[in-house]
């Protein structure tokens, strides 16, 4: 089979992982290397990094010959699909072919379970070695760990990316066991509790030594399929606060599932991706990481599921009137976090503009706020932003007018490597 023919495939493949951020990792220049992860390139973008940079990445399968029969899979053992393999050598190629087209700036490289986890794990970690030390390829690589893999492998994995990433997949136990009987909850988490560990000691020993060798620097992410099982939003939000506090990980990613299997088990083929529900787990997945709010505080037993009509920030605000209003002239950094429309760079900019003198509403637009949002839960020396005063539903009712007006039409899709721009 030609070289392009596999690349289309397992590029189209590898559309429905979702966890592919590049997010600041430095490698520093070394003589004779190419590729970087600090300088920006102009081409496609099919990623952001944490800084807000274009990052473009050929996010690619190593292969879709799976052994695992996972039920949700489009690449499961059983489903009638074309099969297809890259060499380490072809892949490694490749990706230096198109990096010096100016085609893509680093690598996304996951793969199906071909033979077992560690012989899929030995593939890409060739792919890397030839990348990394044979054509000196510096920029940015994340690859995906593949559960049940040695703890050897996952080490020479990590000293060779800049990210890994384990793939849950599945909110619960046992959704896993009736979805994916190949995978454990085990097995899934160990690798994540090694790279947690390896990743700390890494950094500890990089103090003493400078020229120590970096175990993925850039962290570890995952991703949970939402909409394919039955579990809650909030059994969703506390897993994800839970794998933040025990994991240390740097993103949780949320995919939507898209129904590509028939199976009496999951959605049918003609159920619609559930994208706003995505939406909202992403903006409270936010809130949990840097507004300072908890999992319970946004959902509970009598709300198990976030309004699709708000977002999370003023549903807790509406619910919660005792808290409001906030007075920006002296409240502090977390008290005016956990008001809708003022973000955390608005937030900070307050506490410096307000040092001057006292702040108006005019003021607080120059410095970021979103008054239509915020003018029902702030005040300016005592006086509320708004001139009216209006009722808890009424101030429901003006929200989700904004709401509205914000969503974009839900007409996007994901571009593969091949589609026609325009």
Known sequence: MELLDKLTILTDAAKYDAACTSSGARRHHREGMIGSTSSSIAGCCHTFSADGRCVTLLKVLLSNDCCY???????????????????????????????????????????????????????????????RNEYRFNGYIHAKTIPGASPELVTQLGLLADRLSVNIELPSEASLKRLAPNKTRGAILAPMRQIRDQAAESKAELVRYRSAPRF?????????????????????????????????????????????????LLPSLDTKPPLLREHRLYQADWLLRFYGFRAEELLDEAQPDFDPLLDPKCCWALRHPEFFPVEANRSDYESLLRVPGVGVVSARRILVARRAGPLHADDLRKLGVVMKRAQYFLTCGGRLATPLRLSPAGVAANLMAVERAALPPPAFEQLSLFDRAG
């Open 216 to 264: 993925a620097p850039a962290g570890q992410s995952t991703q949970l399929i939402v909409g394919a099982t039955g579990e809650s939003d909030r059994h969703i939000l506390s897993l994800t606060e839970s794998l933040y506090d025990r994991y240390r990980l740097k993103r949780v990613f949320y995919s939507a599932y898209v129904p590509v299997v028939e199976n009496t």
């Open 69 to 131: 029969e996972c039920k949700y899979c489009v690449n499961r053992r059983s489903n009638d699909v074309k099969r297809v393999s890259f060499t380490p050598r072809e892949l490694a190629e490749l990706t230096i072919g198109f990096y010096r087209r100016n085609y893509i700036e680093g690598l996304f490289l996951s793969s199906a379970v071909l033979g077992s986890p560690d012989h899929t794990t030995e593939l890409m970690i060739r792919a890397l070695s030839i990348l």
